[in-house]
């Protein structure tokens, strides 16, 4: 009964002064609006960066020339790999689901009036397997024009729009500078992947037409290797460095002149990063919850002042010390938990919107609204028990001679 008095009054008082509780519960709404919105639009930043990870293909190992990053290391230092490397690797690693040599180039594609920039790589069908890509249209390449290194081509979403339209371009010819392909396949669209890059802006030719039309040498920059599920890709990256070091006759006295990145350990790094960057701004949209709790305890102590004779007549007639303390700490809770209920509703719609402009998907956590609500709360009470404790022991006799 006592609180439900108490709730009353704390009601009373906030309607009696509109203007200045809403002021007052500002910094909490924009306090707890901040902090979700932070722990939401990380959360979604990185369930989109897993899943354009995922879009690479599952268990996908890039091996590359050169020795990595460092001090003294550089990618582009070593010899580029052979088309038989991949063969080798496939023959002789059990684990793994394919292995695609693949070269690549930017050049300039032409149909008809129209021109696109694009990259251009040379690969082989393992090349689609590895990157879990699928045919919106047409098909893969054949034996017989992987092996005679044929001038025909697959696009991507991305080439296909700039050049075509909206028309179907599988039977088309384009020309790739001075080479005339054939299309016979359209890539599923795929967006961005992790970096930034338009995954679908590509034109894909086997590796031999590459070679001879395009690159003029039988360089290999790149091999992209795809690990069977429920192998250990640790595993299979150890066997692939003992292949290539024979076949590149690197002495057990040397460093590697290739290395071998796991798709996986990236998708950790950058998610990992996206998360302490996420606490990082929600540590720093927490603050703004301490400067409401401070607005809150200065509006309860002017709020104190102003009504020392009301405090007085209620002592006077007898009411208890507990009594008093307990009005004025129910209205800093109820003030503060209603700008923490209005921060929620502000949250939703701010994370909504910036997730739709992002192009994220909107990832609520629960217990982050919750946590946001109850810490709201709780700043009512730290912050608002000085100024009732204070209400609370007010001289009865000196409150009512208060002016």
Request: some cysteine.
């Given at each position: 009964m006592m609180l439900w008095n108490a709730l009353r009054?704390?009601?009373r008082e906030i309607r009696r002064n509109v203007l200045r509780s809403s002021l007052t519960a500002l910094g909490i709404v924009?306090?707890?609006?901040?902090?979700?919105?932070?722990?939401?639009?990380?959360?979604?930043?990185?369930?989109?960066?897993?899943?354009?990870?995922?879009?690479?293909?599952?268990?996908?190992?890039?091996v590359r020339p050169g020795q990595?990053?460092?001090?003294?290391?550089?990618?582009?230092?070593?010899?580029?790999?052979?088309?038989?490397?991949?063969?080798?690797?496939?023959?002789?690693?059990?684990?793994?689901?394919?292995?695609?040599?693949?070269?690549?180039?930017?050049?300039?594609?032409?149909?008809g009036n129209r021109n696109w920039q694009t990259m251009v790589n040379g690969t082989t069908n393992d090349y689609f397997v590895a990157g879990n890509w699928s045919l919106a249209d047409g098909r893969y390449f054949t034996a017989?024009?992987?092996?005679?290194?044929?001038?025909?081509?697959?696009?991507?979403?991305?080439?296909?729009?700039?050049?075509?339209?909206?028309?179907?371009?599988?039977?088309?010819?384009?020309?790739?500078?001075?080479?005339?392909?054939?299309?016979?396949?359209?890539?599923?669209?795929?967006?961005?992947?992790?970096?930034?890059?338009?995954?679908?802006?590509?034109?894909?030719?086997?590796?031999?037409?590459?070679q001879r039309r395009i690159s003029g040498n039988t360089d290999v920059g790149s091999l992209i290797v795809s690990v069977r599920d429920g192998a250990a890709t640790e595993d299979a990256q150890r066997e692939i460095e003992q292949v290539l070091r024979q076949r590149r006759h690197i002495n057990s006295n040397e460093e590697d002149d290739f290395n071998v990145?796991?798709?996986?350990?990236?998708?950790?790094?950058?998610?990992?990063?996206?998360r302490i960057l996420t606490m990082l701004l929600s540590a720093v949209a927490g603050v703004s919850l301490l400067v409401g709790g401070i607005g809150i305890m200065n509006i309860m102590l002017v709020s104190v002042t102003e009504r020392?004779?009301?405090?007085?007549?209620?002592?006077?007639?007898?009411?208890?010390?507990?009594?008093?303390?307990g009005q004025f700490l129910v209205e800093a809770v109820v003030l503060s938990s209603f700008g923490g209920l209005l921060g929620i509703g502000l949250a939703l719609v701010v994370s909504s919107v910036l997730t739709s402009l992002m192009n994220i998907p909107l990832v609520l956590e629960l217990w982050v609204i919750l946590l946001a609500f109850g810490f709201s709360a709780a700043v009512g009470v730290i912050f608002g028990y000085v100024p009732a404790q204070r209400a609370a022991r007010l001289d009865p006799i000196d409150a009512l001679r208060h002016e």
């Open positions: 009054l704390a009601m924009i306090g707890v609006a901040a902090v979700i919105t932070m722990v939401t639009i990380g959360a979604g930043a990185t369930a989109a960066v897993s899943a354009q990870i995922a879009s690479l293909g599952s268990n996908i190992l890039m990595g990053f460092g001090p003294g290391r550089s990618l582009g230092a070593s010899r580029p790999f052979e088309t038989r490397d991949a063969e080798v690797i496939a023959q002789q690693v059990r684990s793994l689901r394919a292995v695609a040599p693949t070269s690549s180039t930017r050049s300039t594609a032409i149909f017989s024009e992987l092996r005679a290194g044929r001038s025909v081509c697959i696009l991507g979403e991305t080439a296909r729009r700039e050049l075509f339209g909206l028309q179907n371009p599988v039977g088309s010819k384009l020309r790739l500078n001075k080479l005339s392909c054939q299309i016979v396949g359209l890539l599923q669209a795929k967006g961005q992947s992790a970096m930034g890059t338009d995954q679908d802006d590509i034109i894909v030719l086997p590796i031999r037409a590459f990145f796991d798709t996986k350990q990236i998708a950790e790094t950058l998610t990992g990063a996206t020392t004779r009301e405090v007085g007549i209620r002592l006077a007639i007898g009411a208890l010390e507990r009594e008093v303390l």
